[in-house]
């Protein structure tokens, strides 16, 4: 009796203990379960959230932009000159000159940058600088993975900037916004052919600056002054240049020409409205026509040297060098009357200063426009007058 007792507590323990062991399993999956599904959802809606509120314009822009973004690749004929042999005299070859025509030319790749359609019919924008070297091939890449050979049609006389052709058309062209009604903070794209490798590589940032004036230098001992430029964080690479720079409609506000050597995340671009007059011009006359007074100068830097000296903040030094002489002969400058050691402080009613040059002002009007100069002279005001020319090739 005892016995049968004893069996039947065991059992019953074991029947208890499967019971709760099964009611806890049950339970504990239905808590795992729905914590799961939850963090599933969580995960979803982040997701989905983050991707339509802060992805989705981007992605947008630049599904719309791409086809418009070209690869340039820069090639030449490279001379391989043939090395001696031990076994030249053996077989009668005599040595050649290094210098000789007998030199076989290879062509290879060199270099790249970035640039973008502006026609359906092919013209392509880009940096004057990626197409500086007359002797070298410049092949369009495509995004849809086909190339043509381009032609050089214009450069800027006083911009970074160039006009290329392929012989294509039904090409996707950008759209151009104003880039005078850009503002410090908006959101800016950089589309380009990164480090001439990874194509059309994308960078977002914001302008964080307007009309600055730099010194653009390719490392080679090649400099040139920019004006009214943007600036952007926007990582701009080697191999950028001549990409554009978008806002979040997808027009182009730029053309990205220029880092600041020594810093991160400091970039410039042309502004949009000086590329789309050198289009014009283009196609109006065959190439860019910008109109010119005739004079070398100094910027007048407040609180400078120079300022304490003349009595002046702000103006142009009319100087020169005996290389390069202040006033070129034949010049509107030099049938006007400036003199070297003027200093123009203002042409009509525009003053010139540090974020409103002399050939930025000067760029604002035409060719043949009739302009009235304000200049110190032997510390007085004079007035001249001169008639605005094209600028010589």
Known sequence: MSTELNQQKIANIVLVSILASSLTGFLGGGIAFSYINRSQNTTSKTSSLTVSEEQSSIIDLVEKSNQSVVSISISKQIPVTRQSSPFDYFFGILPQNNNTNNDVGKEQTIGGGTGFIVSSDGLIVTNKHVVSDPSATYTVLFNDGSEARAEIKTVHPTQDLAIIKVDKNNLQSVEFADSDKLKVGQTAVAIGNALNEFDNTVSRGVISGL???????????????????????????????????????????????????????????????????????????????????????????????????????????????????????????????????????????????????????????????????????????????????????
């Open 211 to 393: 009309r600055r004036s730099i010194t653009a230098s390719d490392g080679q001992g090649n400099s040139e002054q920019l004006s009214q430029v943007i600036q952007t964080d926007a990582a701009i690479n080697q191999g950028n240049s001549g990409g554009p720079l978008l806002d979040i409609n997808a027009k182009v506000i730029g053309v990205n020409v220029a880092t600041a050597e020594g810093a991160q995340s400091i970039g410039f671009a042309i502004s949009s409205n000086v590329v789309v007059k050198m289009i014009d011009d283009y196609k109006k006359y065959g190439k860019v026509k910008v109109p010119f007074i005739g004079v070398r100068y100094t910027v007048i830097v407040p609180g400078s040297e120079q300022s304490k000296q003349y009595g002046v903040d702000n103006g142009a030094l009319i100087i020169g060098d005996a290389q390069s002489p202040a006033i070129i002969p034949n010049s509107p400058a030099a049938k006007s009357g400036i003199k070297t050691g003027d200093i123009i402080t203002k042409i009509n009613d525009k003053k010139l200063s540090l974020k409103q040059q002399l050939a930025d002002v000067v760029a604002q009007y035409k060719i043949g426009d009739k302009i009235e100069l304000s200049v110190i002279r032997d510390g007085k005001e004079e007035k001249l007058s001169l008639t605005l020319e094209e600028r010589p090739e």
